[in-house]
Each structure stands twice: as C-alpha cells, then as structure tokens.
Nanobody, 123 residues
Framework: QVQLVESGGGLVQAGDSLRLACATS????????MGWFRQAPGKQREFVAF????????LYADSVKGRFTISRDNAKNTVYLKMDNLKPEDTAVYYC????????????????WGQGTQVTVSS
C-alpha cells in the first residue's frame, strides 16, 4: 500500500519560513520523481516544484523560484519543500505527489498523492 504523508504546514506571517516534508512508503522511492503542487480556494491545483529520482534535475514554478527549495533524502524516502519569504498568495493546501521515472509539471501525470497540508500566510 502506497502512502504519502505531508507535514509541516501551518499559519505564519508574511516573510516567514516553513519546511514541508512528505514521507513515503510502499513505493520504490529511488525510482520516483517527486512533485509538489498546491491548490488555493477556488483555484485549480498548480505546479510548485519537482525533483528527479537522483535529485539532479529540479524545476520550480516562476512564482516560487528563488524562495522555495525542493530536496529529497532517498535514505529516508522523504521529499522536502523549504519555503522562505512566504507571501499571502502562497496560501494553499500543499500536496506532494510521486510518479515513476520522469518528473513533469503536469499533475495528471502523477499517480500517487498525499492528503495535503494547509499553509496559511497572513499579511
């Protein structure tokens, strides 16, 4: 049984930082590309960042580039999203997702999803 469990969300002020974690089980993590997506109220789910199996390929959405950092620890089967200089527009439910082999920006390409963690940034 595949499980992805996000943690680390919360309520912060603009300019603060958070680190999200996504612990996985039941899949071959080292063969999985991992992505982070977010969905704000009334909006479609959007791509935030992805990281390849080895960590050698990383891509960010323009809206978070320079503020967010994705990383992975293959020994712990966990992917992280460090979020700095948070803005109110970053408020959303953040989801991690996994797919085998190749990372993409398209949420529909990801087979496995976590339940999401709420991030709220106040101004």
């Amino acid at each position: 049984q595949v499980q992805l469990v996000e943690s680390g969300g919360g309520l912060v002020q603009a300019g603060d930082s958070l680190r999200l974690a996504c612990a996985t089980s039941g899949l071959t993590f080292t063969n999985c590309a991992m992505g982070w997506f977010r969905q704000a109220p009334g909006k479609q789910r959007e791509f935030v960042a992805f990281i390849s199996m080895s960590g050698g390929r990383i891509l960010y959405a323009d809206s978070v580039k320079g503020r967010f950092t994705i990383s992975r620890d293959n020994a712990k089967n966990t992917v992280y999203l460090k979020m700095d200089n948070l803005k109110p527009e970053d408020t959303a439910v953040y989801y991690c997702a996994a797919r085998y082999v190749t990372p993409t920006m398209n949420s529909q390409d990801y087979r496995y999803w976590g339940q999401g963690t709420q991030v709220t940034v106040s101004s």
